[in-house]
């Protein structure tokens, strides 16, 4: 899939969560859930969750070798829930699906507040279609190319007096 490489990071946040089958260089196949596309290499991070509660597998496909991706199974919150728990440090604190979603919404107000055009996009924040912020939408849940927009909002992030009260935006 030539195009891949060409998609936007908005286009790559649809697979996210989902069961996916990546084609790759010489038609190698993996499968997975995918945790999050680079926006810069395009590539694939891909979990497998092992039978009866072994350790997860990690896999990443380089953005360059992917030909095609084709959807499996649409994800859920548990799903996402457990493909976040991997990434998550020992010792963070851990959001459940009512906290994130105020959090979430909270982030929205501040940011409409400050006058930044955000939109939401399933379970991201999307910031002028060139940054989004995912779970638990924190300053480091920021994500995009640009580097001046990205230090600003997470630098707004970091300074919202709404943010959670046990775990400040900025840790």
Same mark, same amino acid.
């Given at each position: 899939?030539?195009?891949?490489?060409?998609?936007?990071?908005?286009?790559?946040?649809?697979?996210?969560?989902?069961?996916?089958?990546?084609?790759?260089?010489?038609?190698?196949?993996?499968?997975?859930?995918?945790?999050?596309?680079?926006?810069?290499?395009?590539?694939?991070?891909?979990?497998?969750?092992?039978?009866?509660?072994?350790?997860?597998?990690?896999?990443?496909?380089?953005?360059?070798?992917?030909?095609?991706?084709?959807?499996?199974?649409?994800?859920?919150?548990?799903?996402? &829930?457990?493909?976040?728990?991997?990434?998550?440090?020992? &010792?963070?604190?851990?959001?459940?699906?009512?906290?994130?979603?105020?959090?979430?919404?909270?982030?929205?107000?501040?940011?409409?507040?400050?006058?930044?055009?955000?939109?939401?996009? &399933?379970?991201?924040?999307?910031?002028?279609?060139?940054?989004?912020?995912?779970?638990?939408? &924190?300053?480091?849940?920021?994500?995009?190319?640009?580097?001046?927009?990205?230090?600003?909002?997470?630098?707004?992030?970091?300074?919202?007096?709404?943010?959670?009260?046990?775990?400040?935006?900025?840790?």
């Amino acid at each position: 899939m030539d195009t891949w490489r060409q998609l936007k990071p908005l286009e790559w946040c649809k697979y996210v969560n989902k069961e996916v089958k990546v084609t790759a260089h010489e038609k190698q196949q993996h499968h997975g859930w995918v945790f999050t596309v680079d926006p810069v290499s395009a590539s694939i991070v891909l979990v497998t969750f092992q039978e009866k509660g072994g350790t997860p597998m990690v896999r990443v496909v380089t953005g360059h070798a992917v030909q095609e991706v084709e959807v499996l199974q649409e994800g859920n919150e548990e799903t996402a &829930g457990r493909l976040r728990v991997i990434f998550t440090p020992p &010792g963070a604190h851990a959001f459940g699906p009512e906290e994130v979603k105020h959090r979430k919404e909270r982030l929205r107000l501040w940011l409409e507040k400050n006058r930044i055009p955000v939109e939401e996009k &399933g379970e991201m924040l999307c910031v002028a279609n060139v940054l989004t912020v995912s779970a638990p939408y &924190g300053a480091e849940d920021c994500s995009s190319s640009n580097e001046i927009i990205l230090a600003r909002v997470q630098s707004l992030v970091e300074s919202n007096p709404d943010s959670t009260p046990d775990q400040p935006a900025n840790s």
